[in-house]
């Protein structure tokens, strides 16, 4: 164990730790606010995700910006961003409800049971994982310079750069943007109503099939969001990256209490803290154990996760 | 009662298919000795040409390639056909892969294993079924020292590369502080072993990440590497992370500079990383530049495939070449081919061969080089003089 590592650079370790969970949050809202209405994980989530990482890469394409190209001027920034971030949105969201139509509704309809929708979960996430590999021959696609990495300011004497800053920024104002959404709106009461009962709901006259599909599609902005701001961070996409990273978002929400949306926050942020304190203390190869470790143990004590309650019970 | 008589039956059905398979298998094999001239055997490439890293393989396969189709139009009447095995550079599936070669009694032998990972898993399957496999580019010293009586090495290890890659970067550099990371892989641990060895006390941190498109995010790695103020980074792995790597080093203001081995030394690195990051970076490879090559083989090359050769393309035409002139002097089954392999002496593309009696490429026969990334391009810098 090395402590001179970690706290020779503390400030560092937590801010770039908390920009790679501000990612895993913005991802596991997906599961968590499917899960609350649907008890279902959606494990083809992580393919939502990686729908609207290409997306944004190929809309900054079209846009003249290729990998090597760095973008400059404020207004052009913000310009690419929010193209980025439209296009990213839209092609998420637009999967996300394909795979609700093609993957779940039907199942839906014929009644089912959990383990088939977890099937075709499973074999919607595979296929369109592969599709992305072979149409990008499995090779990593680089993303252009929309942001430049300079450091804005210094505490604890820990640089926070633009990128590190527009990642939790971004994250943190469209999570209160949902709580709002969910809490404040006819159609986030509609949710929360099909989240406690769905046949209740039924009978008051909200209709379930659309609210689902307003679940998938804020799932899906909200990834898709994730996705453009991953390609700014990492700077290179591979097809298969949505596997392990759809597997953190889901574990941060479970650590979070699954179904709570602001347990989606908490865990994402988390899950990137400890696995950054665990690549500084032991090594980077350790930090998957770490973070899994740490989560059976958080389990074991609070078995519901953090905040515990579902999306309906939540007094969120 | 009835359930009995059903599992008899069933017994008996599997135990006379089992049998019908083997007098199968036996009567197949038996045929293909009989036929004994060469003609219409086969060689096979194993490695990877889908996949994270499938540069490399595709740049060998297509050596290989080069060999072949020379061979048949010199020997018009009597051709040997190329059988691609494509292994993704997975240890997993080697094992699979090689048991395919294993039974296609018409290979004689194999070009490959690419890399040292899916060798540790394949060529124990090759050594007991004594099919010869001629690796142009698995690099790792011990695959030398597991006796494996079919091992035949056409690169020098990275016995001879780690060393090289640390003198270079004490010498050339001149670096005081070096960091070294490793992706955990057979081949990439090892080199980066070897790396520290020579270094020493010069080597002021190092971490272990994933490779094999595990991980993306290398934020905890950068932030180590800021904070330790090194001024040049050893990278042991393959260029798909070295690639993200040395993107995020950049981004985060890190401009010391990478060093890496063969499995970095492809264009895909740069397309990676970017061309201005990667800028000045080193690469170092147990291979020759195509301008070093003998002959002409960097004209033909260009000419079959409309691109130039890439890292392994010369070994990768040696080692097939190695099997097609043992084929072409008669040695038509797998016993003879591969006492002719492992025996060969003979001036290559890449090198003046001969083998150790590991099979290894004789340490007098090595010559390791450095590449600089260079506007984008990777280019020969010199040849790095032995320790």
């Known amino acids: ?316 | 009662m009835r359930q009995k008589l059903v599992r008899l039956v069933g017994g008996v059905a599997i135990a006379a298919l089992a049998l019908g398979g083997a007098a199968a298998c036996k009567s197949d094999s038996a045929s293909n000795e009989a036929g004994g001239d060469g003609c219409g055997s086969k060689i096979a490439f194993f490695g990877a040409l889908t996949g994270p890293n499938a540069a490399l393989g595709i740049n060998m396969n297509n050596g290989v390639k080069l060999a072949l189709d020379q061979y048949n139009k010199e020997n018009a009447d009597c051709q040997v056909t190329l059988v691609p095995l494509d292994s993704q550079g997975n240890p997993e599936q080697a094992p699979g892969l090689a048991q395919q070669a294993i039974d296609d009694a018409q290979i004689l032998g194999v070009v490959g294993p690419a890399f040292s990972g899916e060798s540790e898993a394949a060529n124990p399957l090759f050594s007991e079924a004594g099919l010869v496999h001629v690796t142009p580019s698995a690099t790792r010293p011990s695959l030398a020292d597991q006796g494996w009586k079919t091992f035949v090495r056409t690169v020098g290890n990275d016995l001879s590369q780690g060393p090289a890659a640390a003198n270079y970067i004490k010498n050339v550099l001149k670096a005081e502080k070096v960091f070294v990371v490793d992706d955990q892989s057979a081949y990439g641990a090892g080199l980066a072993d070897e790396v520290k060895k020579v270094l020493g006390a010069a080597v002021v941190g190092s971490d272990k990440v994933q490779g094999d498109g595990k991980q993306s995010d290398f934020s905890a790695t950068v932030t180590q590497v800021k904070s330790s103020g090194a001024t040049a980074i050893y990278y042991g792995g393959y260029y798909a992370e070295a690639g993200l790597i040395r993107k995020q080093l950049t981004a985060a203001g890190v401009t010391a500079t990478l060093v890496a081995g063969d499995g970095v030394n492809d264009p895909s690195y740069i397309t990676g990383a970017g061309a201005a990051a990667a800028e000045g970076d080193v690469l170092t490879c147990p291979c020759m530049p195509a301008s070093e090559t003998g002959g002409t083989f960097a004209e033909d090359f260009k000419a079959l495939h409309g691109s130039e050769p890439g890292t392994y393309s010369d070994t990768a035409y040696d080692a097939a070449n190695i099997l097609l002139q043992g084929i072409k002097a008669g040695n038509t089954d797998r016993a003879k081919l591969l006492e002719f392999a492992r025996g060969y002496t003979g001036q290559g593309v890449a090198a003046n061969y001969k083998f150790t009696e590991n099979g290894d490429l004789a340490p007098e026969a090595v010559r390791v080089w450095a590449y600089v990334v260079k506007d984008g391009k990777i280019v020969p810098d010199q040849e790095i003089p032995k320790s």
Request: no cysteine.
């Open chain 1, 1 to 316: 164990m090395d402590f001179n590592t970690l706290f020779s650079d503390f400030g560092g370790y937590t801010i770039t730790g908390l920009t790679v969970g501000a990612i895993y949050a913005l991802v596991a809202l997906g599961y968590t606010l499917v899960y609350g209405v649907l008890r279902l994980i959606n494990f083809a989530h992580s393919e939502v995700f990686i729908a609207g990482a290409f997306a944004a890469i190929w809309g900054w394409a079209a846009l003249g910006l290729d990998r090597d190209s760095v973008a400059s001027g404020f207004g052009s920034i913000m310009l690419y961003l929010l193209v980025g971030a439209l296009i990213a949105a839209a092609a998420s969201a637009g999967t996300a409800t394909v795979i609700e139509r093609v993957a779940y509704r039907p199942l839906r309809k014929r009644n089912a049971p959990p383990l088939a929708f977890l099937i075709t979960a499973i074999g919607a996430s595979i296929a369109i994982a592969e599709a992305f590999g072979i149409y990008t021959r499995r090779l990593p696609v680089g993303a252009p310079t929309v942001v430049k990495n300079d450091v804005v300011f210094t505490v604890f004497g820990a640089e926070v750069t633009v990128v590190q800053l527009l990642i939790l920024g971004s994250a943190l104002a469209m999570m209160v943007a949902l709580d709002l959404f969910i809490n404040r709106s006819r159609i986030g009461r509609g949710i929360r109503a099909v989240a406690q009962d769905q046949n209740t709901a039924a009978l008051m006259g909200i209709n379930k099939d659309r609210i689902i599909l307003v679940v998938f599609v804020i799932g899906g902005v909200m990834a898709g969001v994730a996705g453009m701001l991953y390609d700014i961070r990492i700077g290179t996409l591979t097809y298969s990256v949505g596997f392990l990273l759809g597997l953190k978002a889901f574990t941060a929400a479970v650590l979070g209490g699954i179904g709570n949306l602001r347990g989606a926050l908490i865990g994402g942020l988390l899950l990137g803290l400890v696995e950054n304190y665990a690549s500084a203390l032991w090594g980077a190869n350790w930090k998957d154990l770490v973070a899994f470790v740490v989560l059976v143990v958080l389990l074991m004590f609070r078995p519901t996760g953090l905040l515990g309650e579902s999306l309906g019970r939540a007094r969120a």
